[in-house]
Each structure stands twice: as C-alpha cells, then as structure tokens.
C-alpha cells in the first residue's frame, strides 16, 4: 500500500487486500478519508472489518468467496483460504500476455498445510508444471525457525490452560445459545490457588487458540469491546473455520471468566530478546478484584525459539509484592503477594522454514519471490535457500529465451528440429571457403565469429610472408651453391687475380649468408608467434569463449547460484564466470557454446 500522506493511492484502479492486518492495509485512508476511485476485492471476513472497522464506504468494497474466479482487466483471480487469521486468502491469478497465459500465486500471509494441495486451479497448474512465479511469505525463511506443526502447539498451549483453570471456582454463568453446559464448583475456598490466565493476541489471529483453550476448559473468553467488534465481523466465515464462531465463546464481562484476552506486549517484549513484563501482569489480575494469586500469562508468537537465549527463558516466573505497586489500603486481604508467571510459546499463523520448503517442494514455480526480507542480501540468500526446490529446466528456458530470442529456446528444446538445422548449418559451411559453424545466433556469437575471421586473415597473410622467406633463401642456396662451384684441376686457382676475385666473391657470399641467417631467424620468430597465436585461436574457436585474456576474476556466488538454479553444473558455472568477468550473460553463452 502507498504511504498514508500519499496522494499515489488516488491514481489506483483496484487493490486486492489479502487479510485485514495493519502492516497489509498502511495507507488505505479510512472512513470518508477514503475517496477511491479504487475498488477494494478481498474475502467476505476482510469486507465486514473494513466496513465495520475501517468505515470505508460500501460502494468501494467487492467481496469474493474461496474459490471463487473473477476477472480484473487482462486477469483472472481466485482466493483460496490462506490458513492465517480470519479471511486471509491465498491469491491464485491468470494472467494473459498476448496469445499466451502465465500462472501466478500470491500466498499473502499464509501457514502452509497439505489442504493446500487439493486447490483446484493451483493442483492444476502444479500438475502441468505451469506455474511462472510463487510470490512467498518468507516471515520464517532460517532454518532456525522450525517450531511445532500449528495443531500441536494450539493443543500444547489449550492443554496447559485447562490444567492451570482446573481447580478454580465456577465463575462460568450458561451463556444464551452457547455449545456447553456450566462447570460444577471444584473445591472449597483457600485449599488450591485461585489462577488467572491471559492469552496475547493481536487485534485479529490467533483465534484458533482462543477457541481449542476455551473448549478444553470449560469458560468463556473474556475479550474487550474493540476485539468483541471485530469477533462479531469474521463469525461470517465460521462455515470456513470453526474457530471463526469464537465469538459464541466469548463475554464483555470479565468477572464470568478466568480466560482473558489481553494486547499484544502486555506480557513482555520479544526484541532484541524475550523480556517478560511481571509488574503489569500482576497489576493486570489485582484490578479484576477476584482474589487471584497466581497469573499465567501466554505469549504465543513464531519468535518464540528463534534465540538460544528465548529457548532457554521461555517460562519466567517472580513473586511480586504489590504493595511496592499501589496504595497497600487498595489490598483486600492476604493477596498482595501475586505470583506471576510468564510462558513464551512457540505458535505461529505463518509457515516454518521447512513448511516453506515443502510449499515450493509441491507449487515447483520457475521462480520464488520473496516477500519479506531485510534487505538485498536477506533476499538473495532467502532466494539460494529455495534454488533447489525452483522447476530449474524451465527457468533456464525462460531465461535463455529472453535473452536471446524464441530461435535458441526452439533449437535447445526440440531435438528434431535442431538436428534439421544442424545439417543446413553442414551445408551451407561446405559451400565456402570459411569453416566456421555459426553456433549461436545472438550479437555475441557474431562478435566472436567476426574475430575470428579477422584472426584467420592475419595468419594467411603471415603464412605468404613465410612462403616469400622460404622461396628467397632456396635462391640464395642456389646462387651458392652455383658459385662454389670451382674446376677440379687445383691449379687454376694459382693466379693471383683468380684468388683475389675469389676471395670478393667469399666476402659477398658470407655476407649474403649471414643476411640470409638474419633473415632465417625472423621468419622463425614470426613462424613461431604465428604458430602460437593459431593455437590460441583454435582453442578460442573450440571452446567457445570470448576471452583471450587469461586473468582470472572471482566468481560472484549470486550469479553462480543462479546459474546452478538454471541447470549447470556449480563447477562449470563458477569458470564461466570467472572466464567472462561476471558478464552472466556471456556466462551463460559460453556454457552452451561448450555443450556443444
């Protein structure tokens, strides 16, 4: 949502709203602040609360069943139920680009369960392996978070309720229309402490455990008049969750029940770590004047275990004198010592790490996007944690494909059509003189073909240079040869004259030989660099690369984990890299150039 002094909100066509939690619905003005033109599409549950709650007017709100499909613009949408508070929806969209669809689910805030599974647009998807992208509530993305299936910890906490309740006097009066008939008196005055227990919530969530603890129990929920409105607008939904009908259990009256509902940090605060708040707890329970002694106050949250420190301090306890409190003549009797107690319980309404894992596990988009992080590298890292899980071949196709051109996704993916255009590539290769087999159609590969003609060309013309040294020295050789050659008889070499020509034409043979020696060791030299810069070419030419430079640079891991998330070997995908300066889309071209 747009910030709340932002005009931008105004410009909006529509807006989709998963669930009715604050952090979702920062900037939706409300009451007759909000002057749309924007519609708001959401679950029945969430338009009662924004109707109710929010006061913005009904002409702006569009409620959707689960399941059912309705079209905005080139979109098809369908809400599914999200497993989190009241209302919240998972979003199912179809979205149409040109002649082709692609497939997208929204999770919203969400605790994954196997009922996921039997979605039926999203199993559809799934089984054709349609799904693009999975936008992901990554609340929980560490390994760290691995805290108790969601129906163990409500059965957890609901138990302990009901053991701590289980000697307290019947304070419970039969409430019109309610599902259970009243507690029978326990025992007498003064033979068991008197317990008050007090449940953290949020303005709307945790409903579950509300329902299971009052059950089990026996009692009403005492709740305030602001919760007792807003349990009133998702009773709507009880035929979707049972725990929606939580107002049924609940009172206004907190003299008729033992169960309180209190605000969110009352008991204590999480960050940077757990720190329980004794004193407003025990003032908490002195002011409902009902002789209490003990008070148990449940914090449940998916924070719980996320800190050696909070595991090890998760029930803390203190003795509290509450005349250091208040007016000690504001006491009646003995009960000014209250015994608090404060119990850090690890429930969530969003998925562990590994029910995150097993969501993408069974959705396997192409791509996950995470949808809570702290930063840029909390994304990346949250992004290489679910890389294995992704449907890699066809993230790989996609992205090849949007680099270079349908062609190469057609010539990659369709092996009888590639083999068609590998022997018309055969063919128009033996028609010229240049051997070269154009691999790759993209800017790139035309770059390192055009190279490679141009190194080509500097070796002919080197090679006619070696062929003129060559031809050169083979008539020095024979004029030589041609001028040592003297009569047999010796003695016509006696005159003095003869010698003297003789000894010139040696001087200018020894001249002439050394120049030719000279001339020899340059073409030599020149041979030997033209024989060295062809291999280097060749090798250039067979191993696809772009590169002659043999500096090394480190591999980016982002890129690496990218690649590998596109089907390449981690090896390979780190040399790439290394080879092409973390340019990954050469990276990518020089990795299929070497397949070949």
């Known amino acids: 949502m747009p910030s709340k002094h932002s005009n931008s909100i105004h410009k909006i066509r529509s807006i989709v709203l998963t669930h009715y939690h604050s952090d979702h619905y920062t900037g939706l003005p409300s009451g007759n602040n909000y002057k749309g033109p924007a519609t708001i599409h959401c679950t029945p549950v969430t338009a009662n609360l924004l109707r109710e709650i929010h006061k913005i007017p009904e002409r702006f709100i569009v409620a959707h069943e689960y399941e059912e499909t309705w079209s905005w613009d080139n979109c098809e949408i369908t809400f599914y139920d999200a497993n989190h508070c009241p209302g919240a929806a998972i979003i199912f969209a179809k979205v149409k680009i040109g002649n082709s669809f692609t497939y997208h689910v929204h999770t919203g805030d969400m605790r994954y369960h196997p009922k996921f599974q039997s979605y039926p647009l999203i199993k559809e998807a799934v089984e054709k392996r349609s799904l693009d992208v999975l936008y992901l509530d990554t609340t929980y993305a560490k390994p760290k978070h691995t805290f108790l299936p969601q129906q163990n910890a409500i059965d957890k906490i609901s138990s302990q309720v009901q053991e701590l309740l289980k000697h307290n006097h019947n304070v419970v009066e039969e409430k019109k229309n309610s599902f259970f008939q009243p507690k029978k008196p326990a025992v007498k005055d003064g033979q068991q402490p008197r317990t008050l ?89 002195h002011r409902m004047n009902k002789g209490y002694n003990k008070v148990v106050a449940f914090l449940p949250t998916g924070w719980a275990e996320s800190s050696k420190y909070n595991k090890q301090n998760s029930i803390a306890t203190k003795v509290v004198n509450l005349k250091e409190l208040v007016d000690a003549n504001k006491i009646k009797g003995n009960t000014h010592m209250m015994h608090v107690e404060v119990r850090l319980m690890a429930y969530s309404e969003h998925s562990s790490y590994n029910e995150l894992r097993d969501c993408v596990e069974f959705m396997k988009p192409k791509r996950v996007i995470p949808t809570v992080f702290s930063g840029e590298k909390d994304y990346e890292a949250i992004e290489k944690r679910f890389s294995d899980l992704v449907d890699s071949q066809r993230a790989k196709q996609s992205f090849i494909n949007s680099m270079f051109g349908r062609s190469l996704l057609e010539k990659t993916s369709a092996p009888s059509t590639s083999s068609i255009k590998r022997k018309r590539v055969m063919e128009d290769s033996s028609n010229t003189s240049n051997k070269t087999r154009k691999v790759i159609s993209n800017p790139y590969a035309k770059k390192v073909n055009t190279k490679i003609e141009a ?48 000894k010139k034409i040696e001087k200018s043979i020894s001249t002439q030989q050394k120049k030719k020696d000279s001339d020899n060791d340059a073409a030599r030299c020149l041979k030997k660099e033209i024989s060295s810069h062809s291999r280097t070419t060749t090798t250039t030419t067979t191993k696809k690369s772009s590169t002659t430079s043999q500096t090394k640079v480190a591999a980016d891991d982002h890129m690496v984990a990218q690649l590998v998330s596109m089907g390449f070997n981690s090896r390979s995908a780190s040399e790439s890299l290394s080879k092409t300066k973390n340019n990954i889309e050469r990276a990518v071209a020089w990795l299929l150039m070497r397949k070949k």
């Open 455 to 502: 190194e080509k060309e500097v070796i002919s013309c080197n090679k006619t240079k070696i062929g003129k040294f060559k031809e050169e020295s083979s008539c020095e050789a024979k004029i030589k040869r041609e001028t040592l050659t003297y009569p047999e008889d010796p003695k016509t070499y006696s005159s003095p004259s003869i010698i003297s020509n003789d």
């Open 197 to 285: 227990v007090l449940l953290s919530c949020y303005s709307i969530g945790k409903e579950k455990v509300l329902w299971h603890s009052a059950v089990k129990s026996n009692q009403l929920v005492y709740v305030n008049n602001a919760k007792h409105k807003m349990l009133k607008c998702i009773e709507c939904g009880s035929d979707v969750e049972e725990a929606n009908g939580i107002v049924k259990r609940s009172t206004l009256d907190p003299q008729k029940s033992d169960i309180h509902v209190i605000k969110m940090g009352l008991a204590g605060t999480l960050h940077p770590f757990f720190q329980p708040n004794f004193n407003d707890v025990a003032l908490y329970a």
